[in-house]
């Protein structure tokens, strides 16, 4: 297998292959895989392959024990996105994926080119994308820098959704010192398709033609995986030429032109030349195929002349395809591509020797085995243990006196973690395509599946304190809260898509946390039926500063059989039953409040309990199955009066709020006042009802095994949240509350310009 | 026959799913028309739906007004057939000049997503016929360029024949502003002088079912189908 290098490239130096991130193991593995020294274009190509982010060379093993089956898969992970079951034909397909480190050097773009990329994944798999979700973290907005941040990962993600015209129905936006620097944006996409249009990214045929399809190519976004694959340091910011530029304008062409090339039946298969670009791209759908490439880089449309083999397989050019078809296919799919202003162009061919072959006129640049170059990247087994602060964390306890509850409701209810998101979520198109039917703001998104009675229900979650605390409890807990979510619309959770973001995984406490995590989401998958069907690893988010907290993110969807029973999270009516489901057991630790309010992260999370999430789930299924429940909100951040405060200040573009009158009667009567407010405990859901289904809503919950307190009524209009205990009043005005709620947000991001130079 | 209504599909247009929809479920016929066409083919009244044509380029609206289905589309208007307008297609009837005055960015810089409270002015043109005079109805806003200007002797006009469609107003209760864009008069859509064509940024076509908690859009498709009826045979 010969290649020579392309005239006028740097030679392949020590210096060199250090520039590419590739240790001495890993360089002497390539070594020993061509038999020669690599040429500049191979080493870029295994740089990238072997990146952290395209060859998961910490993580494999770990995803590998993952519950991945279940009748429901259609497609688990390998794909570009996972794919599940619905009724009549019908399938979902969805991935979350992260864009960070683009993010924290250039905001805009990186955010925009994160849902670019998740968007492509779920088209490529003939899917129509029909909601986006996002989960946003970042440091606090007093930090003029975070603001710059945040207001540029917002507009970012926004316009690029809002130009395709898919609705973005959820999401969280977490604020944490962690996060300063090493802000996370995880976008998630959701699609529809018809089971027999499953598109798959399997390069089969030798003979077969290799086609771009859509933009062409240019320098930027070049090394992207790799920049991926590393710390962020005071470096990091000269890499901002390197972040790619999105153009949702071309993307909504390509989207409508892909889904017509698969379901038209003229290709055989088709990716997303994403991370890597077209070296990935080519790579994957060969190894997939078990068939040799050829690609001819000279034949690549590009911006600008002089592009060089090396620059063209490693660009991360935006809104670009590569298709795999047969030869006398190529004027159907022209035609096609034609009709939506794209450009289609044969660059190369299937070849059954199994190499991996880049030419570029007339020369052989590259020339690599190419299952090995996919699988071949030596994998590590770091140590991972328990670090002395991690001990020392869940040891610590608050150590300041505690201002009166009703103080510390409001306090909460500003904080920008637990504050509305009305200032973000109206940046984001929530009604296009005419389908939503509960939009952002509540517990979970709920779309109508377009002409049937079904919809699905979809969220992301994940509580990273928690997760810092005590991983194992905290990977379960993102699947709990996901599930409790989707389960308080009326809809059964169905599956899940991963995003693993964490630190450096050479770091024995990261990867700790890393493996700890994965463990508790299986186990919480297990239980709940909802398998893993893709996802995405983030490490290296660390700065001189420290690591992010552990933070794996959980997108979920679930199945509503009658669209029409969907459960908001709000109270509805004056005179309504108010009733917890689940048993409080005042556990503090981890929780919001000592953090928010007392200064403390520390302690241990409360204890997952499965049986118990698993019950409450059916409880709620079933309640809403029948019609009886009138709103329903899970208990997380915050705990019971946080979640009570919010079905009383109603989503964000309520006309009012509703009053509450609660009385927790002897209900944990062991637990004190500051407990029963603010504990997290797990399992617990507030829901309304007219009073007449009271006895039939407690008679299901008691069936599933799970307590179902009746509690008070909803209120008046505009009237006082009031909840007693023991004789003990304490009340606030809803209509102040929502105030605080949504001004928590805008008020901070006026207070001065937020700038790149902050 | 039904009346036969076409939505036009300029590149980057992705509202045309729901307008489709909306106006079968008001009981009408309704098809997708390339923006290459060069005639309606047939259609007795032309939706321009929402989405970001030429992706916004140069401003909204301003590309798509060359496309070649606008000659067959002014033609139309000029002959008294109906040609409504919505969000993208509001700029783009403006620029094209089938209706006065632009849409600017919304006055607080960003995007608007949020539903709004509109009150219907006039109730004598083909989308507004079935609702009750200064009737409001609540359907979502989604742009970032809805902040409707006109110059001083343009607004007086308008406002003096009538050809104010639909107004931003305030509901008892809602704290958000009630304007999502800052436009002038809280203008949320207009009709020419002979008020066969409309322009409108809010999206009915969104909230036309109550499938979806909602239809109180259902109504502007419902006149417009009757406003149709005896136009074909």
Same mark, same amino acid.
């Given at each position: 297998?010969?290649?020579?290098?392309?005239?006028?490239?740097?030679?392949?130096?020590?210096?060199?292959?250090?520039?590419?991130?590739?240790?001495?193991?890993?360089?002497?593995?390539?070594?020993?895989?061509?038999?020669?020294?690599?040429?500049?274009?191979?080493?870029?190509?295994?740089?990238?392959?072997?990146?952290?982010?395209?060859?998961?060379?910490?993580?494999?093993?770990?995803?590998?024990?993952?519950?991945?089956?279940?009748?429901?898969?259609?497609?688990?992970?390998?794909?570009?996105?996972?794919?599940?079951?619905?009724?009549?034909?019908?399938?979902?397909?969805?991935?979350?994926?992260?864009?960070?480190?683009?993010?924290?050097?250039?905001?805009?773009?990186?955010?925009?080119?994160?849902?670019?990329?998740?968007?492509?994944?779920?088209?490529?798999?003939?899917?129509?994308?029909?909601?986006?979700?996002?989960?946003?973290?970042?440091?606090?907005?007093?930090?003029?820098?975070?603001?710059?941040?945040?207001?540029?990962?917002?507009?970012?993600?926004?316009?690029?959704?809002?130009?395709?015209?898919?609705?973005?129905?959820?999401?969280?936006?977490?604020?944490?010192?962690?996060?300063?620097?090493?802000?996370?944006?995880?976008?998630?996409?959701?699609?529809?398709?018809?089971?027999?249009?499953?598109?798959?990214?399997?390069?089969?045929?030798?003979?077969?033609?290799?086609?771009?399809?859509?933009?062409?190519?240019?320098?930027?976004?070049?090394?992207?995986?790799?920049?991926?694959?590393?710390?962020?340091?005071?470096?990091?910011?000269?890499?901002?030429?390197?972040?790619?530029?999105?153009?949702?304008?071309?993307?909504?062409?390509?989207?409508?032109?892909?889904?017509?090339?698969?379901?038209?039946?003229?290709?055989?298969?088709?990716?997303?030349?994403?991370?890597?670009?077209?070296?990935?791209?080519?790579?994957?759908?060969?190894?997939?195929?078990?068939?040799?490439?050829?690609?001819?880089?000279?034949?690549?449309?590009?911006?600008?002349?002089?592009?060089?083999?090396?620059?063209?397989?490693?660009?991360?050019?935006?809104?670009?395809?590569?298709?795999?078809?047969?030869?006398?296919?190529?004027?159907?799919?022209?035609?096609?591509?034609?009709?939506?202003?794209?450009?289609?162009?044969?660059?190369?061919?299937?070849?059954?020797?199994?190499?991996?072959?880049?030419?570029?006129?007339?020369?052989?640049?590259?020339?690599?085995?190419?299952?090995?170059?996919?699988?071949?990247?030596?994998?590590?087994?770091?140590?991972?243990?328990?670090?002395?602060?991690?001990?020392?964390?869940?040891?610590?306890?608050?150590?300041?006196?505690?201002?009166?509850?009703?103080?510390?409701?409001?306090?909460?209810?500003?904080?920008?973690?637990?504050?509305?998101?009305?200032?973000?979520?109206?940046?984001?198109?929530?009604?296009?395509?005419?389908?939503?039917?509960?939009?952002? %703001? @509540?517990? &979970?998104?709920?779309?109508? *599946?377009? !002409?049937?009675?079904? =919809?699905?229900?979809?969220?992301? +979650?994940?509580? #990273?304190?928690?997760?810092?605390?005590?991983?194992?409890?905290?990977?379960?807990?993102?699947?709990?809260?996901?599930?409790?979510?989707?389960?308080?619309?009326?809809?059964?959770?169905?599956?899940?898509?991963?995003?693993?973001?964490?630190?450096?995984?050479?770091?024995?406490?990261?990867?700790?946390?890393?493996?700890?995590?994965?463990?508790?989401?299986?186990?919480?998958?297990?239980?709940?039926?909802?398998?893993?069907?893709?996802?995405?690893?983030?490490?290296?988010?660390?700065?001189?500063?420290?690591?992010?907290?552990?933070?794996?993110?959980?997108?979920?969807?679930?199945?509503?059989?009658?669209?029409?029973?969907?459960?908001?999270?709000?109270?509805?009516?004056?005179?309504?039953?108010?009733?917890?489901?689940?048993?409080?057991?005042?556990?503090? %630790? @981890?929780? &919001?409040?000592?953090?928010? *309010?007392? !200064?403390?992260?520390? =302690?241990?999370?409360?204890?997952? +309990?499965?049986? #118990?999430?698993?019950?409450?789930?059916?409880?709620?299924?079933?309640?809403?199955?029948?019609?009886?429940?009138?709103?329903?909100?899970?208990?997380?951040?915050?705990?019971?009066?946080?979640?009570?405060?919010?079905?009383?200040?109603?989503?964000?573009?309520?006309?009012?709020?509703?009053?509450?009158?609660?009385?927790?009667?002897?209900?944990?009567?062991?637990?004190?006042?500051?407990?029963?407010?603010?504990?997290?405990?797990?399992?617990?859901?507030?829901?309304?009802?007219?009073?007449?289904?009271?006895?039939?809503?407690?008679?299901?919950?008691?069936?599933?095994?799970?307590?179902?307190?009746?509690?008070?009524?909803?209120?008046?209009?505009?009237?006082?949240?009031?909840?007693?205990?023991?004789?003990?009043?304490?009340?606030?005005?809803?209509?102040?509350?929502?105030?605080?709620?949504?001004?928590?947000?805008?008020?901070?991001?006026?207070?001065?310009?937020?700038?790149?130079?902050? | 026959?039904?009346?036969?209504?076409?939505?036009?599909?300029?590149?980057?247009?992705?509202?045309?799913?729901?307008?489709?929809?909306?106006?079968?479920?008001?009981?009408?016929?309704?098809?997708?028309?390339?923006?290459?066409?060069?005639?309606?083919?047939?259609?007795?009244?032309?939706?321009?739906?929402?989405?970001?044509?030429?992706?916004?380029?140069?401003?909204?609206?301003?590309?798509?007004?060359?496309?070649?289905?606008?000659?067959?589309?002014?033609?139309?208007?000029?002959?008294?057939?109906?040609?409504?307008?919505?969000?993208?297609?509001?700029?783009?009837?403006?620029?094209?000049?089938?209706?006065?005055?632009?849409?600017?960015?919304?006055?607080?810089?960003?995007?608007?997503?949020?539903?709004?409270?509109?009150?219907?002015?006039?109730?004598?043109?083909?989308?507004?016929?079935?609702?009750?005079?200064?009737?409001?109805?609540?359907?979502?806003?989604?742009?970032?360029?809805?902040?409707?200007?006109?110059?001083?002797?343009?607004?007086?006009?308008?406002?003096?024949?009538?050809?104010?469609?639909?107004?931003?107003?305030?509901?008892?209760?809602?704290?958000?502003?009630?304007?999502?864009?800052?436009?002038?008069?809280?203008?949320?859509?207009?009709?020419?002088?002979?008020?066969?064509?409309?322009?409108?940024?809010?999206?009915?076509?969104?909230?036309?079912?109550?499938?979806?908690?909602?239809?109180?859009?259902?109504?502007?498709?419902?006149?417009?189908?009757?406003?149709?009826?005896?136009?074909?045979?």
């Amino acid at each position: 297998m010969v290649a020579e290098p392309f005239p006028g490239e740097r030679a392949v130096t020590d210096a060199v292959v250090r520039e590419h991130k590739l240790n001495e193991l890993e360089y002497e593995a390539i070594q020993r895989m061509l038999g020669r020294a690599p040429t500049l274009t191979e080493l870029g190509i295994f740089s990238a392959l072997w990146s952290e982010h395209c060859s998961y060379k910490h993580t494999k093993p770990v995803l590998r024990r993952f519950p991945t089956e279940g009748a429901q898969v259609v497609q688990g992970p390998g794909e570009n996105a996972g794919v599940l079951r619905l009724p009549d034909g019908w399938a979902v397909a969805f991935k979350i994926e992260s864009h960070n480190h683009p993010s924290a050097v250039e905001p805009y773009q990186g955010a925009a080119t994160g849902v670019g990329g998740i968007l492509r994944d779920v088209f490529t798999m003939g899917a129509r994308p029909v909601a986006l979700l996002n989960s946003l973290r970042l440091g606090p907005l007093d930090d003029p820098r975070n603001r710059y941040l945040f207001s540029g990962i917002v507009k970012g993600v926004g316009d690029y959704g809002n130009c395709v015209g898919v609705p973005t129905l959820g999401g969280e936006v977490v604020f944490s010192s962690c996060y300063s620097g090493n802000p996370l944006v995880n976008a998630m996409a959701v699609g529809l398709l018809r089971e027999s249009d499953l598109a798959t990214a399997r390069a089969d045929g030798v003979g077969n033609v290799l086609l771009t399809v859509g933009a062409s190519t240019g320098r930027d976004g070049i090394h992207g995986a790799s920049f991926a694959s590393e710390d962020l340091t005071a470096e990091s910011e000269k890499r901002r030429p390197q972040v790619q530029v999105g153009d949702p304008f071309t993307e909504k062409l390509l989207l409508e032109a892909s889904l017509e090339l698969i379901q038209s039946g003229v290709i055989v298969a088709i990716q997303d030349m994403g991370a890597a670009g077209l070296t990935s791209s080519s790579a994957e759908m060969a190894a997939r195929g078990g068939v040799g490439v050829e690609v001819d880089t000279s034949l690549v449309p590009t911006r600008e002349p002089g592009m060089t083999p090396y620059e063209i397989m490693l660009s991360e050019s935006q809104e670009r395809m590569l298709v795999v078809a047969e030869p006398g296919q190529i004027d159907a799919i022209r035609a096609i591509c034609h009709k939506w202003d794209l450009d289609a162009t044969p660059v190369g061919r299937v070849t059954d020797d199994g190499v991996f072959k880049v030419i570029h006129e007339g020369r052989v640049v590259a020339a690599i085995p190419g299952q090995e170059l996919v699988d071949g990247c030596p994998m590590y087994a770091p140590p991972a243990a328990e670090s002395p602060a991690m001990r020392a964390r869940r040891d610590a306890r608050p150590n300041v006196t505690a201002p009166p509850l009703t103080q510390s409701l409001e306090l909460l209810l500003d904080a920008p973690t637990l504050a509305s998101k009305r200032w973000v979520f109206e940046q984001f198109d929530s009604t296009v395509r005419g389908d939503s039917v509960i939009l952002p %703001g @509540g517990d &979970a998104g709920v779309i109508r *599946v377009s !002409g049937t009675d079904f =919809g699905i229900a979809v969220t992301v +979650d994940c509580n #990273a304190r928690h997760t810092l605390l005590d991983p194992f409890e905290g990977g379960k807990g993102a699947v709990a809260e996901a599930a409790r979510n989707v389960a308080c619309t009326g809809a059964r959770p169905l599956g899940i898509t991963d995003c693993l973001n964490f630190g450096n995984p050479r770091v024995p406490e990261i990867f700790l946390q890393f493996t700890e995590a994965c463990r508790g989401i299986s186990e919480a998958c297990v239980a709940f039926n909802t398998p893993v069907t893709g996802g995405n690893v983030s490490l290296y988010n660390q700065n001189p500063d420290g690591a992010i907290d552990p933070t794996p993110t959980i997108g979920m969807v679930g199945l509503l059989h009658d669209v029409s029973k969907a459960v908001p999270s709000h109270f509805q009516a004056s005179g309504d039953a108010v009733l917890l489901l689940g048993a409080t057991r005042g556990h503090l %630790g @981890g929780s &919001a409040y000592w953090a928010e *309010v007392l !200064g403390c992260v520390g =302690g241990s999370p409360p204890p997952i +309990d499965l049986t #118990a999430e698993r019950a409450l789930q059916e409880a709620l299924i079933g309640a809403a199955d029948l019609r009886l429940l009138r709103s329903a909100h899970d208990l997380s951040d915050g705990g019971f009066a946080l979640a009570l405060a919010e079905c009383c200040i109603g989503g964000p573009w309520a006309t009012h709020t509703f009053g509450s009158d609660v009385d927790l009667g002897r209900h944990a009567d062991d637990v004190d006042d500051e407990a029963w407010f603010f504990a997290e405990d797990g399992a617990r859901a507030i829901a309304s009802c007219e009073p007449v289904h009271v006895a039939a809503i407690q008679r299901i919950a008691h069936e599933q095994g799970i307590a179902c307190h009746y509690l008070g009524l909803v209120g008046e209009r505009g009237g006082n949240l009031r909840i007693v205990r023991d004789g003990r009043e304490f009340a606030w005005s809803a209509d102040h509350l929502r105030s605080i709620h949504l001004q928590a947000i805008p008020r901070r991001m006026a207070q001065a310009p937020a700038t790149g130079e902050g | 026959m039904n009346d036969r209504v076409a939505v036009v599909r300029f590149p980057g247009t992705n509202c045309e799913a729901e307008s489709l929809a909306a106006v079968r479920r008001a009981g009408g016929e309704a098809f997708v028309l390339d923006y290459r066409a060069r005639s309606l083919d047939g259609a007795d009244a032309v939706i321009l739906p929402g989405g970001f044509s030429y992706g916004d380029s140069l401003r909204s609206g301003a590309i798509a007004r060359f496309a070649p289905i606008m000659d067959a589309v002014r033609t139309h208007a000029a002959e008294g057939g109906v040609v409504v307008g919505i969000c993208n297609g509001f700029q783009i009837v403006c620029e094209a000049g089938l209706l006065p005055g632009a849409l600017m960015r919304n006055a607080q810089q960003r995007f608007a997503s949020r539903p709004v409270d509109v009150r219907i002015e006039r109730t004598t043109t083909p989308c507004t016929s079935h609702f009750a005079p200064g009737e409001v109805i609540r359907v979502p806003v989604a742009h970032g360029e809805g902040r409707y200007v006109a110059d001083p002797g343009t607004l007086a006009e308008l406002e003096q024949d009538g050809q104010v469609l639909m107004r931003y107003v305030a509901v008892d209760g809602t704290d958000a502003p009630h304007n999502p864009n800052g436009s002038t008069s809280d203008i949320a859509g207009i009709c020419n002088a002979a008020g066969n064509v409309m322009g409108f940024m809010p999206h009915p076509e969104r909230l036309a079912d109550e499938a979806l908690g909602s239809s109180a859009g259902h109504r502007i498709f419902t006149s417009l189908l009757s406003s149709l009826t005896g136009v074909s045979q």
